[in-house]
């Protein structure tokens, strides 16, 4: 396991980001799990679902530059209880996320802490190739210089009862590993 971690460590420093490997994958299990289980709960599922196609393409662009136009009044596109939730849950003592973000399914945020620079995602790799595949995906790895971590980033589905999709939930995490 040392060498792998020294072997990452050198490419991340080297090229700035690493797919994630079978090794980086368990060290990621159990914000995985974590996040599976987060996705699971009912107020989660209840709001994607409420919230599920909503918006039409004009309705999707006019939120998008909304929220670049209007950085002081994003809060008001997104929904109040949530937010609250993710920021409570971010600041708890042994939280393995550092950032949590909740995707309808037309790839628009109805949650997330902190806020984002965009408020569509529906055009990123953490959302299409969990929408298209219905299944977990781990994002690159990235060095981050201010926590000396490599960080990654994790998406699994919010499906319903009968597997029917109604967005993403996305969590950020360092993984611990230093070089």
Known sequence: MKLITLVLCVCVSVIGSVQATLA????????????????QLTDILDLARARDGQLGFNQLIEHDEYWVNSPNDRLALLNDKMQQYFKGLLRESGSPFIELLLLGSQGEILAAYPLPDDFWHGNTAKFINVMADENTYIDELSWDADSR???????????????????????????????
């Open 24 to 39: 980086d994958q368990d060290a990621l299990a159990e914000p995985l799990d974590q996040l599976q289980q987060l996705a």
């Open 149 to 179: 971590h490599i960080q990654a980033q994790i998406s699994v589905p919010i499906k319903g009862q009968n597997n029917e999709m109604f967005g993403v939930l996305i969590g950020r995490v360092n993984t611990h590993m230093q070089p």
